[in-house]
C-alpha cells in the first residue's frame, strides 16, 4: 500500500485507490470483460416485481396489530426495501438501460425508491459518483464516518447503537461532510415518493406507510443484509481497505457482495461479476474476503481493534468536470 502515516486514528495513505491499476492489469490481461459491461436485461423485471410485491404487502398489512407491522417490516418487507436499495445502487451505474439512457435510469431508480418510503435515489447518485471515483477521499467520499463517530462509537455498546441509528448518520452525512446543491432531479424524486406515500395513506391508512419505512429503517441498522456496509470498505486487515463477500446473501442483494470487483468494474452490472472473479480468478482469490456478514457485524461490535475509525483515508485532488 505505499508509506502510511497515522493522522488521528483513520489510516491514511498516500497512494492512489488499488482498484484503478487492477483494472488496467485485468483489462490487460482479458480484453474479454469488456464484453461484462452494459445493461443487465433482467433488471428492470426484477425490481418491478419487488415494488409490486410491496404494494401488495401495504394492503395485507393495513389491519394487523401494530406488533405484527413491525414484525413483517423487519422479517419481510425490510429485506425487500433493503435489495431495492442495492437495486438502486446498480441502477446508478446505468446497468438498467445502459449510458445511453441515462435518463431512463434516473426515473427508473425513482420508481424502485417507492417502497422505501423516503426519496434516496437521487441523492445517492449524486454522492456515490464520488464513492467511487475519490474512494477514502477526505471530506469527498461520504461513506467514510465522521471523526465524532470515530472517536464516541468506540465501545461494544456504542457500536451496537452506531449500527442501530446507522440509516440516520448514512443519511445526514453527506450534509455535513460534503454539502452539495439540491439538484432538479431530487426535487422530483421527492415529489414523486411523498405523492405515492400520500396516496398509500389516504387508501390504507398509516400502517402500510409505517410498514415501509420502519422495514428501511430497521433493516439498514441491525440486520444480517446490512453487514454488507461494514464488510465493504472497514479495515479488518491493515492494507486491505476493500473486502468481497461470496455468500449466499448475494442472491438477495444483487451481488452486492462482489465488492472489489464492482470498484474494479463499476459498469459491469451485479448479475456478471461472479464472471469477472472466474475469469480473472489469480487477481481475486488470494485477496481477503468476507464468509458471513452476520460474522462481520460480530466482530465490528466486539473485536477492539474494529469500529468507526477503521477506514483508509487519503487526501484527492478533485476531478476536471467534463
Not at 138 to 157: A, M
Not at 214 to 232: D, K, V
Request: proline share 6%; with cysteine.
Amino acid at each position: 500500500m505505499g508509506n502510511r502515516v497515522t493522522r488521528g486514528d483513520f489510516e491514511w495513505v498516500y497512494t492512489e485507490q488499488p482498484h484503478t491499476q487492477r483494472r488496467k492489469e485485468i483489462l490487460a490481461k482479458y480484453p474479454e470483460i469488456k464484453t461484462l459491461m452494459g445493461p443487465d436485461p433482467h433488471l428492470k423485471w426484477i425490481v418491478s416485481g419487488m415494488v409490486f410485491v410491496q404494494f401488495l404487502a401495504c394492503y395485507l398489512v393495513k389491519d394487523l396489530p401494530w406488533k405484527w407491522v413491525f414484525f413483517w417490516a423487519y422479517a419481510f418487507g425490510g429485506c425487500i426495501n433493503h435489495s431495492l436499495t442495492l437495486a438502486i445502487h446498480d441502477i446508478s451505474h446505468n446497468v438498467a438501460f445502459g449510458n445511453k439512457q441515462a435518463r431512463w435510469n434516473r426515473w427508473f431508480a425513482i420508481f424502485a425508491n417507492l417502497p422505501v418510503g423516503v426519496p434516496y435515489s437521487a441523492s445517492f447518485k449524486k454522492y456515490h459518483i464520488d464513492h467511487h471515483r475519490y474512494l477514502g477521499g477526505d471530506n469527498l467520499d461520504v461513506d467514510i464516518p465522521t471523526d465524532f463517530e470515530g472517536w464516541f462509537f468506540c465501545t461494544p455498546l456504542r457500536k451496537l447503537l452506531w449500527l442501530f441509528l446507522q440509516p440516520l448518520f448514512y443519511s445526514l452525512r453527506p450534509l455535513y461532510v460534503n454539502p452539495k446543491a439540491i439538484t432538479q432531479m431530487e426535487i422530483f424524486n421527492a415529489l414523486v415518493q411523498f405523492s405515492i406515500d400520500l396516496i398509500i395513506y389516504s387508501l390504507w391508512g398509516l400502517k402500510p406507510i409505517i410498514y415501509l419505512i420502519a422495514g428501511t429503517i430497521l433493516c439498514m441498522g441491525i440486520h444480517p443484509i446490512s453487514g454488507h456496509f461494514i464488510a465493504e470498505h472497514y479495515m479488518f486487515l491493515k492494507g486491505y481497505e476493500t473486502y468481497s463477500y461470496y455468500g449466499p446473501l448475494n442472491w438477495l442483494t444483487f451481488n452486492v457482495g462482489y465488492h472489489m470487483e464492482h470498484h474494479d468494474f463499476p459498469s459491469i452490472p451485479g448479475c456478471r461479476l461472479p464472471m469477472v472473479k472466474k475469469i480473472a480468478a489469480e487477481y481475486y482469490d488470494n485477496l481477503p474476503h468476507h464468509q458471513s456478514w452476520i460474522r462481520v457485524l460480530w466482530d465490528f461490535v466486539f473485536d477492539d481493534t474494529i469500529g468507526p475509525y477503521s477506514r483508509v483515508k487519503r487526501l484527492c485532488k478533485l476531478a476536471k468536470e467534463s
